[in-house]
């Protein structure tokens, strides 16, 4: 009976990486594999969100002074409960929670590798059903194996990923991640319970025509800004448009989108909140290593964001990425010869 290889699993496909990789120990495999039994575990319990009381504010707010949903604590738990009981993880840092978490055993202090994740990013979209998602980020430590991870294996430049990745709730649930190697998407199939490639080798087309962004801040963006949001919507079949503005306001879902249609997401930064919204650490660096990966660029509208050096851990960023050829144009709005 012929062998059907064309449904290969989250599993089979990063082992089989392994075989291309003779010196790697596995542990990057099992990190993965680890990020994605929690996502099968947050994916119940969004799926299910509208069911049952775990809608709703917690109660509490989180270090970004946002009011936290039940869902948002869920998530957390499950990613750092994943990651804690694995063995290829030494600590962790999350949107959710104040500092870092070193794991501190005698197995974890072995391990290779850090993750930061925003366990559940867009979580003001759970209540009206709206696509969210969890974003994260590994690197290898720099710290001496065998001792409890540092705060300096966290506070790397993007450019240190060794992997990251998103998972988006949406239509379907779809974990997408990237190494050096290439960018691959896999999306859950519930009658296996398992995550099955169905995106290989995934490229940001060079150009396209949807640009995201949050127009009721427009007036508040610097005029450079401005400019290039008005280009968009000048845009013509003269001039490579018509572009189509598309923005649900859960960065997930939009820079998916925008990855596999073509775009540009932008978050810029504001006249009261210079610095923009999105963290650096497991919002923009994820996103903008997956779309280097893919193709296209990334840039905190004054230089490249996988090579900021971080200073804290839940430090924000301006943030444009997208389709290069739709942010080289942008380039020259922001920064003109
Ligand atoms: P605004 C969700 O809260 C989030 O962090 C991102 O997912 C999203 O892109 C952004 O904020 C939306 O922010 O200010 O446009 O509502």
């Known amino acids: 009976m012929a062998i059907n290889r064309k449904v290969q699993t989250l599993d089979e496909f990063t082992l089989q990486q392994l075989?291309?990789?003779?010196?790697?120990?596995?542990?990057?495999?099992?990190?993965?594999?680890?990020?994605?039994?929690?996502a099968k575990?947050?994916?119940?319990?969004?799926?299910?969100?509208?069911?049952?009381?775990?809608?709703?504010d917690y109660g509490t707010t989180n270090v970004q002074g946002e009011e936290v949903k039940k869902l948002d604590i869920f998530a957390n738990n499950q990613m750092m409960g994943v990651l804690q009981h694995g063995v290829s993880c030494a600590g962790i840092g999350s949107e959710?929670?104040?500092?870092?978490?070193?794991?501190?055993?005698?197995?974890?202090?072995?391990?290779?590798?850090?993750?930061?994740?925003?366990?559940?990013?867009?979580?003001?979209?759970?209540?009206?059903?709206?696509?969210?998602?969890?974003?994260?980020?590994?690197?290898?430590?720099?710290?001496?194996l065998g001792k409890p991870a540092t705060e300096a294996d966290f506070l790397q430049p993007g450019n240190k990923q060794v992997a990251a990745g998103y998972v988006v709730y949406g239509s379907s649930t779809m974990l997408?991640?990237?190494?050096?190697?290439?960018?691959?998407?896999?999306?859950?199939?519930?009658?296996?319970?398992?995550f099955t490639l169905s995106h290989p080798d995934i490229k940001c087309p060079?150009?396209?025509?949807?640009?995201?962004?949050?127009?009721?801040?427009?007036?508040?963006?610097?005029?450079?800004?401005?400019?290039?949001?008005?280009?968009?919507?000048?845009?013509?079949?003269?001039?490579?448009?018509?572009?189509?503005q598309r923005y649900i306001a859960s960065m997930v879902a939009d820079v998916h989108r925008?990855?596999?249609?073509?775009?540009?997401?932008?978050?810029?930064?504001?006249?009261?909140?210079?610095?923009?919204?999105?963290?650096?650490?497991?919002?923009?660096?994820?996103?903008?290593f997956i779309m280097e990966v893919a193709g296209g660029k990334a840039s905190n509208g004054k230089q490249r964001v996988l090579d900021i050096v971080p200073t804290k851990l839940h430090q924000r960023t301006p943030f444009f990425v997208g389709s290069i050829e739709m942010m080289q144009e942008l380039e020259t709005y922001l920064k003109p010869e």
């Open 96 to 144: 959710e929670m104040d500092e870092f978490v070193v794991f501190n055993d005698e197995i974890s202090n072995k391990s290779k590798y850090v993750c930061l994740f925003d366990p559940l990013d867009g979580s003001s979209n759970i209540d009206v059903n709206v696509s969210i998602g969890t974003i994260f980020s590994v690197y290898r430590r720099v710290s001496e």
């Open 176 to 194: 997408v991640y990237a190494t050096r190697r290439g960018v691959n998407g896999f999306t859950l199939d519930p009658s296996i319970g398992e």
């Open 206 to 244: 060079p150009n396209g025509k949807l640009y995201s962004v949050n127009h009721g801040n427009f007036f508040k963006y610097e005029e450079p800004v401005k400019a290039y949001i008005t280009a968009c919507q000048k845009k013509d079949k003269t001039n490579g448009g018509p572009y189509t």
């Open 41 to 56: 575990r947050i994916n119940v319990e969004v799926n299910k969100a509208g069911l049952v009381d775990i809608l709703g």
């Open 258 to 288: 925008n990855l596999i249609k073509g775009g540009i997401f932008m978050y810029p930064g504001t006249s009261d909140r210079p610095e923009g919204k999105l963290r650096l650490l497991y919002e923009c660096n994820p996103f903008a």
């Open 19 to 38: 075989r291309d990789f003779p010196q790697a120990t596995g542990e990057l495999s099992n990190l993965l594999r680890d990020i994605g039994l929690a």
